[in-house]
Nanobody, 123 residues
Framework: QVQLVESGGGLVQAGGSLRLSCAASGRTFSSYAMGWFRQVPGKERAFLAAISGGGGFTNYADSVKGRFLISRDNAKNTVYLQMNSLKPEDTAVYYC????????????????WGQGTQVTVSS
C-alpha cells in the first residue's frame, strides 16, 4: 500500500512557476513509476508526465513538453513537478499517482492516487 500526499499548489500569475511535490509512504518507493495528471471539472483526468522508478526514463504530454519537468528523489520518497511558463489553461487540480512497473501515460494503469492539489493561473 502506498499513500501519496501532494503539496505546492496555489495561485500564480500567467508566466509564473510552481513546483509541486508528492510525498509517498512506504519503503519501496523506487520500485514504483510515478505520474502526474490534472483534471478540470467535467473532463477526464489528463496525463502530464511520468517517471520510471529509478528516474532514468521520463515521458511528457505534448501540451506541457518543454514547460514542465518531472523528477524524483528516492531518498526522500518524493516526486516533483516543476511547472514553468504557466498559462491560464493550466488551471486544474493536479494529482500524483504510483504504479508498480513501468511509467505509463494512462490514468487507469495507476494503482495509487493522491488527494490532489489545486493550481490556479490568473491572466
Amino acid at each position: 500500500q502506498v499513500q501519496l500526499v501532494e503539496s505546492g499548489g496555489g495561485l500564480v500569475q500567467a508566466g509564473g512557476s510552481l513546483r509541486l511535490s508528492c510525498a509517498a509512504s512506504g519503503r519501496t518507493f523506487s520500485s514504483y513509476a510515478m505520474g502526474w495528471f490534472r483534471q478540470v471539472p467535467g473532463k477526464e483526468r489528463a496525463f502530464l508526465a511520468a517517471i520510471s522508478g529509478g528516474g532514468g526514463f521520463t515521458n511528457y504530454a505534448d501540451s506541457v513538453k518543454g514547460r514542465f519537468l518531472i523528477s524524483r528523489d528516492n531518498a526522500k520518497n518524493t516526486v516533483y513537478l516543476q511547472m514553468n511558463s504557466l498559462k491560464p489553461e493550466d488551471t486544474a487540480v493536479y494529482y500524483c499517482a504510483a504504479r508498480s512497473g513501468t511509467a505509463h501515460a494512462f490514468a487507469r494503469a495507476y494503482d495509487y492516487w493522491g488527494q490532489g492539489t489545486q493550481v490556479t493561473v490568473s491572466s
